[in-house]
């Protein structure tokens, strides 16, 4: 929790960023939340919208895609992914951080 506030990251962002690689419907409902209690105009909504828009559903896209084309040995693709997303999830924070500046 200190760690966001130092960071000026709102709180819900760490629950939305949980939450987006398992299930995009929970990542809506969250990011829903997060709109109709911070405002729209806030930078928690800002910061929301932008990793709403740019993470993917991780799990479900690699059980899908994978499941599709018969894949079976995946080795790294999990972790990759899941460091693919941390690293999309920072860069959205630093991204909604600079251009909140503006709005």
Known sequence: GQLFRA????????????????SGSAATGVF???VKTAGP???????????????????YVISIYLGAVGIKKTRYLVAVCL?????????S???????YKYL
């Not at 460091?83 to 860069?91: E, K, L, R, S």
Request: no cysteine.
């Open 7 to 22: 960071l000026n990251v709102p709180l819900e962002i760490f629950m939305l960023a949980i939450i987006k690689p398992l």
């Open 32 to 34: 829903t939340n997060i």
């Open 41 to 59: 105009d806030s930078l928690a909504a800002v910061m929301a919208a932008i990793i709403i828009g740019s993470a993917e559903t991780t799990f």
């Open 83 to 91: 460091i693919a997303d941390f690293i999309g999830i920072i860069v």
């Open 93 to 99: 924070i630093v991204i909604a951080q600079a251009v």
